[in-house]
């Protein structure tokens, strides 16, 4: 069973930065890839970011390229997801989800497991 938690959100004005983690339970990293969700009000779940499994590549929808970056401390076994230059369409619940694709995926139906999601408010 995976279990994945994240944290770090919260309300930060436009231009500001946060730091999102995902702790995931013992050996989650070496059977699943991690990927970023958000999901705004009364919108679909959207991927953000992802690593593959062995955390060697990454992938980044076009408005996060520049602005977040995703990296993985194994010994932690944390993903986090820095966000820099927030902005007000930014506000969403946070979530990390884990797929058994090792390349990682954009499509929201491949990932097996999610954690409660952490809220990120962008707003002066």
């Known amino acids: 069973q995976v279990q994945l938690a994240e944290s770090g959100g919260g309300l930060v004005q436009p231009g500001g930065s946060l730091r999102l983690s995902c702790v995931a339970s013992?050996?989650?990293?070496?059977?699943?890839?991690i990927g970023w969700f958000r999901q705004a009000p009364g919108k679909e779940r959207e991927f953000v970011a992802g690593?593959?499994?062995?955390?060697?590549?990454?992938d980044y929808v076009d408005h996060a390229k520049g602005r977040f970056t995703i990296s993985m401390d194994h010994a932690k076994n944390t993903v986090y997801l820095q966000m820099n230059s927030l902005k007000p369409e930014d506000t969403a619940v946070y979530y990390c989800?884990?797929?058994?694709?090792?390349?990682?995926?954009?499509?929201?139906?491949?990932?097996?497991?999610w954690g409660q999601g952490t809220l990120v408010t962008v707003s002066s």
């Open positions: 690593l593959n499994r062995s955390g060697a590549t990454y």
């Open positions: 013992e050996n989650t990293f070496s059977r699943y890839s």
């Open positions: 989800g884990a797929t058994t694709y090792y390349a990682g995926s954009r499509i929201l139906s491949r990932y097996s497991y």
